[in-house]
């Protein structure tokens, strides 16, 4: 089952992470040869409608526009295509190619990476998530691609399906991150330390702690998220 460690990262390390220079683009399909990647934001003036449904568990994602070299109007009033003018598949098309194989049951679900913009500059990995289904949503201007995720519950190399969903609770809202990461200074509750953080529940999830308060949500550095870890029994 994967540990999800809600690690924070700067801009570069999530870079570094992936191996990449840059990440520019929000959806990137398989940016890593077991994986895909994208990045979402919850923020008031985020270009997109990404949200947590209910369940903790699951993400929908808005689609993308392509570049703006592409369109002499103006994007958000045309609709989110799956294909280039050349024919050749946008990153809309590639997750929506993925989907339609998994469905066919032709490949199990393609796995994709999850980073959260918490601040400017300030990233946290949501988990690994299965990508298992899309629809396309009339808002009212135009058409967009929603993306359906799921929460894994295994490593990426394990690749099974079947195994038994997280409790709801699991994945940490942004509000909440937000708080605490105001709360705490950006820094480790223990030792002051600003770099290797994640967000750690003060009474583990294991033993029935929750995720949706700020008030069991601390920042920790590494050394001591595995301090504790080694603690508990």
Same mark, same amino acid.
């Given at each position: 089952m994967?540990?999800?460690?809600?690690?924070?990262l700067s +801009?570069r390390?999530?870079?570094? =992470?992936?191996? /990449?220079q840059?990440?520019?683009?929000g959806?990137?399909? !398989?940016?890593n040869?077991? +994986?895909?990647v994208?990045?979402?934001?919850r !923020? #008031?003036?985020?270009?997109?409608?990404?949200?947590?449904?209910d369940?903790g568990?699951?993400?929908?994602y808005?689609?993308?526009?392509v570049?703006?070299r592409? +369109?002499?109007?103006?994007q958000?009033?045309?609709?989110? #295509?799956?294909?280039?003018?050349?024919g !050749?598949?946008?990153q809309?098309g590639?997750?929506?190619?993925?989907?339609d194989?998994?469905?066919?049951?032709?490949?199990?679900?393609?796995?994709v990476?999850v +980073?959260e913009k918490?601040?400017?500059?300030?990233?946290?990995?949501?988990?690994?998530?299965?990508?298992t289904?899309?629809?396309i949503?009339?808002?009212?201007?135009?058409?967009?691609?929603?993306?359906?995720?799921?929460?894994?519950?295994?490593?990426?190399?394990?690749?099974?399906?079947?195994e038994?969903?997280?409790?709801?609770?699991r994945?940490?809202?942004?509000? /909440?991150?937000?708080?605490?990461?105001? !709360?705490?200074g950006?820094k480790c509750?223990?030792?002051? =330390?600003?770099?290797?953080?994640?967000?750690?529940?003060d009474?583990?999830?294991?033993?029935g702690?929750?995720?949706?308060? =700020?008030?069991?949500?601390r920042l920790l550095?590494?050394?001591?998220?595995?301090e504790k870890? =080694?603690?508990?029994?």
């Open positions: 994967i540990k999800i460690r809600d690690d924070i +801009y390390e999530m870079c570094d =992470a992936e191996n /990449v840059t990440l520019q683009r959806m990137n399909f !398989r940016l040869p077991s +994986y895909s994208i990045l979402m934001s !923020r #008031p003036n985020a270009p997109y409608q990404d949200r947590v449904h369940d568990i699951t993400i929908e808005e689609g993308h526009d570049s703006r592409s +369109y002499e109007h103006n958000k009033h045309e609709d989110q #295509p799956a294909r280039l003018p050349t !050749r598949l946008t809309n590639l997750f929506i190619k993925a989907v194989k998994y469905k066919e049951n032709k490949s199990r679900p393609e796995l990476k +980073y918490v601040f400017p500059g300030v990233w946290s990995l949501k988990g690994i998530f299965n990508l289904d899309y629809k949503v009339d808002n009212g201007n135009r058409k967009v691609f929603r993306f359906i995720l799921r929460l894994s519950n295994k490593q990426l190399e394990e690749r099974d399906v079947g038994e969903p997280l409790p709801h609770n994945l940490i809202p942004s509000e /909440v991150k937000k708080e605490v990461w105001k !709360r705490d950006g509750v223990q030792c002051g =330390a600003a770099k290797n953080l994640h967000f750690d529940h009474l583990p999830f294991s033993k702690g929750t995720s949706i308060s =700020a008030k069991n949500v550095c590494m050394k001591h998220n595995l870890s =080694a603690k508990i029994e």
